[in-house]
């Protein structure tokens, strides 16, 4: 994934760089009598600070474009709730596997898998108490999904005043200039005007497609969430939850109405020696005849 990223800012940089040196080429050229220095003279002629400056500029383009091809790639349905994982959950889910379908969660690193595995680990709780992990775990899924985005609002407002601060240090040298010349040459004043507001014209390049990609993935995001949570809503809608009253799902797995642990081994449905086999009619697990709960999937067996 970091070598696929890299690629991409391998080709980006150059773009970002060749557009704004065309920029200023353009705005040289159409000045009479223009120099003929070129992005990389100016920058280097106006000094430590200036250099520094433009330094950050160029970080912060690079950090755009490296957030904007990772939500490109993070904000996908597929990647919010991937199309094998849902068939497999509901499967699970409807053959009333619950503990199995929360290890499948828990083995799975999605928006998906984290909501659900929460709710799931409520469902001896009641619908109430499912709904309510739903909830706190949907919000904090999607918080962090949301603050990568933010960092381009940032970079959006950050950029033109970095590009700003150099336009008005290179026109105080500029002015010093001035002062200590007077104006006998206002043509190189002029050029050297031109030259410093380089600075904030690159600022602005960068900050107007980080807003826009900025609200584009703002857009993008919410319908994303709202569609794993509508996956995730679906999954659950056929739970009994009545008849689940009492299950523990997660790391401390105990089916609804189990004997406690002291209790004999057969009773918690593993088999003793001579003891007659069955399927369990749920999972079609092995159980020995008269077990209950099924070792396999918790779900509670009558003979």
């Known amino acids: 994934?970091?070598?696929?990223?890299?690629?991409?800012?391998?080709?980006?940089?150059?773009?970002?760089?060749?557009?704004?040196?065309?920029?200023?080429?353009?705005?040289?050229?159409a000045a009479p009598g223009a120099s003929n220095?070129?992005?990389?003279?100016?920058i280097t002629q106006g000094g430590p600070l200036i250099m520094f400056i433009w330094v950050c500029i160029l970080a912060t383009s690079v950090i755009m474009v490296t957030i904007i091809i990772q939500l490109a790639i993070k904000l996908k349905k597929d990647k919010l709730a991937p199309p094998p994982l849902v068939d497999s959950l509901r499967q699970l889910i409807n053959s009333?596997?619950?503990?199995?379908?929360?290890?499948?969660?828990?083995?799975?690193?999605?928006?998906?898998?984290?909501?659900?595995?929460?709710?799931?680990?409520?469902?001896?709780?009641?619908?109430d108490a499912v709904e309510s992990a739903f909830s706190e775990h949907g919000l904090r899924e999607a918080t962090l999904l949301r603050t990568s985005n933010s960092y381009l609002s940032v970079i959006g407002v950050v950029s033109p005043m970095i590009g700003l601060l150099g336009t008005v240090i290179g026109?105080?040298?500029?002015?010093?200039?001035?002062?200590?010349?007077?104006?006998?040459?206002?043509k190189e004043l002029s050029l050297k005007i031109s030259e410093v507001l380089l600075a904030t014209a690159a600022g602005l390049f960068i900050a107007i497609p980080a807003f826009v990609a900025y609200y584009i993935f703002r857009n993008i995001s919410q319908a994303s969430i709202v569609f794993a949570d509508d996956i995730v809503?679906?999954?659950?809608?056929?739970?009994?939850?009545?008849?689940?009253?009492?299950?523990?799902?997660?790391?401390?797995?105990?089916?609804?109405?189990?004997?406690?642990?002291?209790?004999?081994?057969a009773m918690a449905g593993v088999p003793r020696a001579g003891m007659a086999m069955a399927?369990?009619?749920?999972?079609?697990?092995?159980?020995?005849?008269?077990?209950?709960?099924?070792?396999?999937?918790?779900s509670v067996l009558s003979w």
Not at 7 to 18: D, E, T, W
């Open 233 to 265: 809503n679906t999954l659950v809608s056929d739970i009994p939850y009545e008849e689940l009253a009492g299950m523990h799902i997660g790391e401390t797995f105990a089916a609804a109405g189990a004997v406690p642990m002291a209790a004999p081994m």
């Open 171 to 186: 026109m105080m040298g500029a002015f010093a200039v001035l002062g200590a010349t007077g104006m006998s040459n206002p």
């Open 279 to 298: 399927n369990c009619p749920v999972c079609a697990g092995t159980v020995g005849v008269g077990s209950s709960p099924c070792p396999h999937c918790g």
């Open 96 to 127: 009333g596997n619950y503990q199995e379908a929360w290890e499948t969660c828990n083995a799975n690193r999605n928006y998906l898998a984290n909501v659900l595995k929460a709710g799931l680990g409520r469902v001896g709780r009641g619908k």
């Open 37 to 42: 220095h070129s992005v990389l003279q100016t």
């Open 1 to 29: 994934m970091i070598k696929h990223h890299q690629r991409h800012l391998s080709k980006a940089l150059p773009v970002i760089l060749s557009l704004i040196a065309a920029a200023t080429s353009s705005a040289q050229d």
